[in-house]
């Protein structure tokens, strides 16, 4: 049973996403500090991207996307549909704002510009147009890599490219359950697709705290050569990785850390 692996897994008791996450608190907490890793997200998306012909009608998922959209920017103008998938309600809430312009939505602006202008070489009143463009035809679905139905029916694909972002590591907290949720993904992707990972480096093979505020949760994260070998036997092929080595001060009332920085990959999968 693909569930099973992960429910009997102790390090996910009492880790109500749903109850305990505040993804405004995560944005303030988080995106000052981690710019220039998203800006690699970025970069890493726009080589993805640019390897197709521009209007080639792509299905895209970002699976576990947080309360964020900005990671899509570069998706637009290769995309026909680009869904935005958390398991937490509040995210979803907060991509929503964004995608109907709500006032309360955060503002994404900086990223748009570095995706736009910085990597497409683009005006930056293409910005603007970018960001209308995203609104047209992003979705937002429900997704669950806990449950068997690992995301809503309607939108199960399957997708040209599926991207995780720091997904991974907040609900796996072995290798095994790295291969079981990575497996359940790749089932919404086409023969053919491109999956991108964005994922978490640890100093040692242990769960480490991060934290939201005051609300302290767990996370893990399996090594470079790791991931490589389950992508791998999963039936992926040309596989890129990079890291980026990345110092992370705790806060006051936050525990020592053992991140050690960010590791990106990108996979097609099956064969030629």
């Known amino acids: 049973n693909v569930v099973a692996n992960f429910r009997d897994c102790q390090h996910m008791e009492g880790q109500d996403y749903n109850k305990r996450f505040d993804p405004l608190c995560y944005i303030r907490n988080y995106m000052p500090d981690y710019t220039v890793a998203y800006n690699e997200s970025l970069k890493m998306l726009h080589d993805v991207f640019s390897s197709y012909q521009e209007g080639a009608g792509l299905k895209v998922l970002d699976y576990g996307c947080g309360p964020t959209v900005f990671h899509q920017a570069g998706a637009v103008p290769y995309a026909d549909q680009i869904v935005f998938a958390d398991y937490t309600a509040q995210n979803r809430q907060v991509v929503q704002l964004w995608l109907d312009r709500d006032p309360r939505a955060p503002d994404w602006n900086m990223f748009f510009e570095y995706a736009v202008v910085q990597l497409e070489r683009k005006e930056k009143e293409e910005v603007v147009k970018r960001q209308e463009a995203l609104r047209r035809i992003g979705k937002v679905a429900a997704c669950?890599?806990?449950?068997?139905?690992?995301?809503?029916?309607?939108?199960?694909?399957?997708?040209?490219?599926?991207?995780?972002?720091?997904?991974?590591?907040?609900?796996?907290?072995?290798?095994?359950?790295?291969?079981?949720?990575?497996?359940?993904?790749?089932?919404?992707?086409?023969?053919?697709?491109?999956?991108?990972?964005?994922?978490?480096?640890?100093?040692?093979?242990?769960?480490?705290?991060?934290?939201?505020?005051?609300?302290?949760?767990?996370?893990?994260?399996?090594?470079?050569?790791?991931?490589?070998?389950?992508?791998?036997?999963?039936g992926f092929r040309d596989?890129?990785?990079?890291?980026?080595?990345?110092?992370?001060?705790?806060?006051?009332?936050?525990?020592?850390?053992?991140?050690?920085?960010?590791?990106?990959?990108?996979?097609?999968?099956?064969?030629?």
Request: glycine share 6%; aromatic share 12%.
């Open 144 to 234: 669950n890599l806990l449950d068997d139905q690992t995301i809503e029916p309607q939108y199960k694909g399957p997708y040209d490219v599926i991207f995780i972002s720091q997904c991974l590591c907040c609900v796996c907290f072995t290798p095994q359950e790295y291969e079981t949720a990575i497996a359940k993904i790749s089932q919404l992707l086409k023969p053919g697709g491109k999956l991108a990972i964005t994922d978490t480096e640890l100093l040692e093979d242990c769960v480490d705290p991060y934290y939201v505020g005051k609300e302290k949760f767990s996370y893990y994260a399996v090594t470079p050569q790791v991931l490589k070998s389950i992508v791998e036997k999963l």
């Open 239 to 272: 596989i890129q990785q990079t890291s980026m080595p990345f110092q992370y001060i705790p806060k006051e009332g936050e525990e020592d850390t053992k991140f050690l920085g960010f590791q990106f990959l990108t996979a097609i999968y099956g064969k030629m």
